[in-house]
């Protein structure tokens, strides 16, 4: 998702050529991100439906995440933002159930330019009963997404180990649905620890846009205590938050779509 000489360097090419971006890499930007709370336009702005969400990225910015994602005040490394649209006729509770369904994250997809071809992201997952990573339960159903409540489950992309992350959801309203993750096991590849627990951090904010649509804005926040490795490639980060991207807003299939 540190350490000098040969074998590092290694590491590090094999993994910015496994991370390809499945989109064109996004441009750093110079506005910070802007999350939409309490009536803010965010940054990037919301891509219309059936259009590529926009993606924009910031290396070491002074940015602090608004009031609404209460994550600690600390130094940042990286942060990408994703804002796109979707159709969904629907309330929330489809929408927290694609959330809570854990297990269907199992193959999720993304476009390797390196190969050529599309490569599955993650490879395994599966909701569990708290941290440990043995308690294996069913997804979480809808009705469990209440705000406030916390749940864990694990999931294991194509180039780390089994991770175990936590997940929030701060608010699920019938209009509206804030849920935010974090490792809470360390990601580890190579032989290397990327990610200590606690500092690879991503917040979902899904809102009703009109009677057929909704809005979707991602971030996706490396803290300081990461490995300089693993904010080398901001493409990884752009891939994978365009995969889930991708996931959570229904657009499944991903075989002769336009890259």
């Known amino acids: 998702m540190a350490m000098l000489g040969m074998g590092c360097r290694n590491a590090v090419a094999l993994m910015a050529l496994a991370f390809s971006a499945a989109f064109p890499v996004a441009q750093s930007a110079d506005v910070e991100p802007r999350v939409p709370c309490d009536g803010a336009r965010p940054a990037p702005a919301y891509a219309p439906v059936g259009a590529a969400p926009n993606v924009q990225s910031w290396k070491n910015p002074s940015w602090q995440a608004p009031s609404c994602l209460p994550w600690p005040r600390d130094r940042l490394r990286l942060v990408v933002g994703l804002a796109g649209s979707?159709?969904?006729?629907?309330?929330?509770?489809?929408?927290?159930?694609?959330?809570?369904?854990?297990?269907?994250?199992?193959?999720i997809r993304y476009w390797s330019v390196t190969e050529g071809a599309w490569r599955v992201l993650i490879t395994d997952a599966f909701a569990l009963k708290g941290p440990d990573p043995s308690l294996r339960r069913p997804d979480f159903k809808p009705q469990e997404m209440r705000p406030g409540t916390v749940q864990y489950f694990a999931e294991q992309d194509n180039r780390s180990g089994l991770v175990v992350y936590q997940l929030k959801v701060l608010e699920a309203a019938a209009n509206r649905i804030v849920i935010t993750t974090e490792n809470a096991s360390p990601v580890r590849a190579y032989g290397f620890t990327l990610f200590p627990p606690g500092t690879l951090r991503a917040a979902y904010l899904v809102?009703?846009?009109?009677?057929?649509?909704?809005?979707?804005?991602?971030?996706?926040?490396?803290?300081?205590?990461?490995?300089?490795?693993?904010?080398?490639?901001?493409?990884?980060?752009?891939?994978?938050?365009?995969?889930?991207?991708?996931h959570f807003s229904g657009k499944g299939g991903y075989d002769g779509e336009d890259r």
Do not use: C, P
């Open 207 to 246: 809102q009703r846009h009109d009677s057929e649509s909704w809005a979707f804005y991602g971030l996706s926040v490396t803290g300081e205590q990461a490995s300089g490795l693993a904010s080398m490639s901001e493409a990884s980060y752009i891939n994978r938050a365009t995969a889930l991207y991708r």
């Open 86 to 107: 979707f159709l969904h006729k629907g309330d929330s509770s489809s929408l927290l159930g694609r959330f809570g369904a854990i297990s269907l994250m199992r193959g």
